[in-house]
């Protein structure tokens, strides 16, 4: 149920020197002195001096590099979302982070293919380096330091022929270990490396470890040194798709976070997009995204002044989104900031300048701006059923959809507040600055550190909470996939329970103030006294079981294995064992039948199937339902 760590922990922003909150103090060259009371005495500290000495890297430039690439974070010997494990981030990547992750690509034949890369795989090449077993290197942070050290020796050699003591010298080695393939890229994670060592940086680690690297003003790199690498220019020189009213730039994402399409050209549609956050500083997640192994997004906009970065151009397949799927058909935008922490982060620029991105992208795809076209990540389903528990909550309850849907779509549309009858649709309209909900937020949940315990807060919120009978002491209504009693919580992350501004349902009965709607194959209840935070809606389609049996849910979208060409491996699916659409009941469609798909880079093939499928508002996240198992009618008219 929580959203992505590694990649999203909050550093110290060096290059820039921004101050945010949560952000590591840079400490002045004097708060690095040694002797008597300066002695590190952190074990992870001379873990770093001995690698150094083994391997004659200078200490600066290994604890420099290991900053960037970890914060000198162990992550108790498990993988971060990049594949990389330990303060070297040494990868090893599997086919099973494939199946999760931003790549969301469970039951993909090729998931091996996926994770070919060698940038992949540097802890094999560090194992190689120092005997060490792979076992040792992931688990022992000590051997992890000696691997990385090992790796970046081995490429300062291949560049200088040796491995000088003089840390300017390493700066093509140093751009080397992003394992980037592209210059800019590359040439970015030097330059934060070497801003690091300028400014000097202290940190106490997840294990509580305090590590410093000692200020260096002085530090000139040869930046000349990038040349032997022979690094891809063509990507870091590509042209921005943006609007015009828009500052942006562009940074490619590492290859490995995505796939070359040429959307929509070769048949594979374009119809949503799908908004995050970042749960970081903006540095950190371009930083992230140009890590091989991880996650990316097409786009990253910044919260203190909404410039944009783009990182995978559109036509090409972005693994935002933890569903293959719906990578295939997607954009993905990140937002600086911090789903626990929403209102401090989603200024006025930013939804500002989300907006005119929205609807320059919905103008060349022709992308609907409404709700089931405009997502948020919390509203994608998981591929699999082991996946869907653990699908992201963000941009969460303060990212505010009404006043966003107007800077996309003008005054709203909505028009009449109320509830029509039994199998009539509504929209859901809570409003938010006078919606005041009540949520509890952990640690666990913001990675700001502001918060320190468990707090219960009320607060302005897009959702409203739905309950298993039509009584405020009736229990929320808990997802199957989270909760195995059907017992909700307010716990901010519990997206379970919850229906959002904007979506859509079916009317399931009604009670005096309360509403109830069809939701998770069950009937829900929210207090709706009036109608006030619904309005009617015409003009949808909506399903239904076509027999007496339940028709299963989907997360993924892939064609029957029949239907793949010779050559290529067939992905496969089965039905999200935690729901279904019993008969009798009825949810709304986001949009008309489409067929089902799937996509191979490496032969730049769409297969498309013979079979049809619906995307529906099944709970809070949108699934699919096969065609033929259910009868689409028109929503009834409300007067």
């Keep these: 149920m929580h959203k992505r760590t590694s990649r999203r922990r909050l550093p110290a922003v060096i290059a820039i020197g921004a101050a945010t909150a949560g952000c590591i103090a840079l400490l002045p060259p004097a708060a690095y002195a040694g002797g008597p009371g300066g002695s590190a005495p952190a074990t992870r500290q001379q873990e770093f001096a001995a690698a150094a000495a083994e391997y004659r890297v200078p200490l600066e430039v290994l604890l420099g590099v290991s900053y960037q690439e970890s914060l000198w974070d162990g992550h108790s010997g498990r993988p971060s979302t990049g594949a990389g494990y330990g303060p070297m981030h040494l990868t090893d990547a599997t086919p099973a982070m494939a199946a999760g992750g ?19 795989h540097t802890l094999q090449a560090a194992a190689e380096l120092t005997g060490l077993s792979a076992d040792e290197l992931r688990k022992d942070t000590g051997a992890n330091i000696r691997g990385g050290a090992a790796l970046l020796a081995s490429y300062e050699r291949k560049l200088q022929g040796g491995t000088p003591a003089d840390a300017n010298r390493w700066y ?77 730039t562009f940074v490619p994402a590492s290859a490995s976070n995505g796939q070359v399409a040429n959307r929509p050209a070769d048949g594979m549609r374009i119809d949503s997009i799908v908004i995050h956050d970042t749960e970081s500083s903006y540095d950190s997640a371009v930083t992230s995204f140009q890590q091989p192994g991880g996650g990316s997004a097409h786009y990253v906009i910044r919260a203190s002044d909404g410039a944009v970065t783009q990182m995978v151009p559109t036509k090409d397949l972005s693994f935002h989104a933890g569903n293959y799927s719906d990578n295939m058909h997607s954009i993905g935008i990140e937002q600086e900031g911090f789903a626990a922490q929403g209102d401090a982060w989603y200024s006025p620029t930013v939804y500002q300048n989300m907006a005119d991105l929205v609807k320059y992208l919905s103008a060349r795809f022709g992308i609907p701006l409404d709700r089931q076209h405009i997502i948020g990540h919390d509203n994608v389903v998981g591929p699999s059923s082991a996946l869907v528990s653990g699908m992201h909550w963000d941009p969460g309850p303060q990212w505010n959809w009404g006043y966003f849907m107007r800077l996309l779509t003008g005054p709203t549309t909505v028009g009449r507040r109320g509830v029509g009858p039994v199998g009539s649709v509504v929209t859901i309209t809570p409003g938010y600055q006078q919606n005041l909900q009540t949520v509890q937020v952990c640690p666990s949940d913001d990675p700001t550190g502001a918060t320190t315990v468990c707090t219960e807060r009320q607060q302005p919120s897009n959702f409203l909470y739905v309950r298993t009978a039509p009584s405020a002491d009736a229990p929320l209504f808990g997802d199957p996939a989270i909760h ?19 979506q859509q349902f079916v009317v399931a009965d009604r009670c005096g103030d309360w509403t109830a709607i069809w939701f998770s194959g069950a009937k829900v209840w929210f207090y709706n006294p009036g109608g006030q935070y619904t309005a009617p809606a015409t003009g949808v389609k909506v399903v239904s ?37 019993p008969a009798g009941q009825a949810y709304v469609a986001a949009g008309p039948a489409f067929a089902t798909d799937d996509f191979f880079s490496s032969s730049d093939t769409v297969v498309t199937g013979g079979k049809q499928m619906y995307t529906i508002q099944y709970n809070h996240r949108l699934a699919r339902v096969y065609a033929s198992d259910v009868t689409a009618l028109d929503a009834p008219a409300t007067h």
């Design 102 to 120: 931003g790549t969301g690509a469970a039951g993909r034949g090729d998931l091996a293919s996926l994770v070919r890369d060698p940038a992949l």
């Design 172 to 248: 093509g080695a140093v751009a080397r270990y992003s394992q980037s393939s592209e210059r800019k890229a590359a040439a970015s994670f030097a330059d934060r490396v070497f801003a690091a060592i300028r400014a000097g940086v202290q940190r106490t680690t997840d294990d509580g470890q305090q590590v410093r690297l000692g200020a260096d003003p002085a530090v000139r790199p040869a930046t000349s040194e990038l040349a032997p690498l022979d690094l891809a220019a063509s990507a870091a020189t590509a042209p921005t798709e943006c609007p015009s009213t828009l500052v942006c």
């Design 545 to 581: 079981a076509a027999g007496a049996a339940p028709v299963s849910v989907w997360g993924s979208t892939y064609p029957d294995r029949a239907e793949y060409p010779a050559g290529l491996s067939p992905s496969t699916q089965a039905p999200l064992s935690w729901y279904t659409v």
């Design 484 to 502: 195995s009693d059907g017992v909700g919580t307010d716990r901010i992350n519990d997206w379970g329970g919850t229906v959002v501004d904007g």
